[in-house]
């Protein structure tokens, strides 16, 4: 069967019941025509999968060569180093990017997605797996190349290259669980804020029960996972005189070294009388006096084959849709095995 032609402005008129000249000045949202009416227009445009091509002539010309790449936030160094390894890859193969950054909000993703399309790349990137009904239905419609990373799932929109955060939650409780831990405790961001965290808390809780113990407490306070965020939920996690945790497991390194500076400014010896654990094997373990135990994930080789994978895809090659990532488990100075 031929494909089905993707859907143009006299489509959109026709639908509406207005001239092609009206369709055009609710896209560009200049005057000419009521609030109201723009809105029906627009509405009917995205139920029909029609979007404009917003670049001026100029970059129109470039756009088969531009990726939009979106990430949720560029603090600390995981998503700029993920991003790092895609662009080089990228630009040697003639592709410029251009970044986003979300701050983790389904709804600016999905309106990125919509301004994007408009500009017809060759390719689109976003960071996990967990995106609006909107946005998926617009990226099926524009028939764009499409690259998920970070997170991982087996029935990506397009592609997919990344790490199960559930299941790397699972190996690192099960590495504390096999090192005698029993009285977990942990220290995140808001349920809720970004997926990848929650799905490896799930990954966490689920290795201790299979292990008969649970979290003992849960600071999940924290708007962003900054040393101060991991400093404070630990000061508060040791003024709860009802708990008694011997290990804390950190969202991610940065959060982990706030848990290790507030240990060590009050006379709280770690691993001997709690043990920390972090997460992605960040640089700032490298200049640490006592390395903080973690689970190393490969952002930079991430980014790489991410780039490769769409490349392949862009230019009509035959290739594999997913590639998963494994997490490796750095045992630091900052856990000890229980029979000690």
Not at 39 to 54: D, F, H, M, S, V
Not at 126 to 148: M, N, Q, W, Y
Not at 267 to 291: F, H, M, Q, T, W
């Amino acid at each position: 069967m031929p494909q089905k032609q993707k859907p143009k402005i006299e489509d959109v008129a026709q639908a509406a019941g207005v001239s092609i000249m009206s369709v055009s000045r609710a896209m560009r949202g200049v005057e000419g025509i009521s609030q109201k009416k723009r809105e029906q227009i627009l509405k009917i445009a995205r139920r029909i999968g029609y979007y404009p091509n917003n670049v001026a002539v100029s970059l129109a010309a470039s756009s088969s060569n531009l990726v939009g790449v979106s990430v949720p936030t560029l603090f600390g160094t995981v998503f700029s180093e993920i991003y790092d390894g895609m662009r080089s890859t990228l630009e040697k193969s003639g592709f410029a990017t251009i970044i986003d950054v979300s701050d983790y909000s389904i709804s600016h993703e999905e309106a990125w997605v919509e301004r994007m399309i408009s500009w017809q790349p060759a390719g689109l990137v976003l960071t996990g797996v967990d995106h609006s009904e909107r946005t998926r239905d617009a990226l099926r419609r524009a028939k764009i190349p499409v690259l998920e990373i970070w997170d991982y799932t087996e029935d990506p929109i397009d592609l997919c290259v990344g790490v199960d955060h559930l299941k790397a939650g699972a190996q690192m409780g099960t590495h504390l669980t096999e090192l005698g831990y029993k009285n977990p405790a942990y220290v995140g961001v808001q349920s809720g804020k970004d997926p990848r965290a929650d799905r490896r808390f799930q990954g966490l809780e689920q290795s201790f029960d299979d292990a008969d113990c649970q979290f003992c407490a849960q600071d999940r306070d924290a708007i962003s996972a900054t040393f101060e965020a991991g400093f404070k939920a630990t000061e508060r996690l040791f003024e709860d005189e009802t708990i008694n945790p011997d290990v804390i497991c950190y969202l991610h390194d940065n959060m982990a070294f706030g848990g290790l500076m507030y240990c060590e400014q009050n006379g709280i010896s770690c691993p001997e009388d709690i043990g920390i654990i972090g997460y992605n094997g960040l640089a700032i373990n490298e200049v640490l006096a006592k390395r903080i135990t973690t689970a190393i994930t490969p952002r930079y080789k991430m980014g790489q084959d991410s780039a490769s994978l769409l490349i392949a895809k862009i230019l009509g090659a035959k290739t594999k849709r997913t590639i998963s990532h494994p997490v490796i488990i750095e045992e630091g100075q900052t856990t000890r095995s229980q029979s000690n």
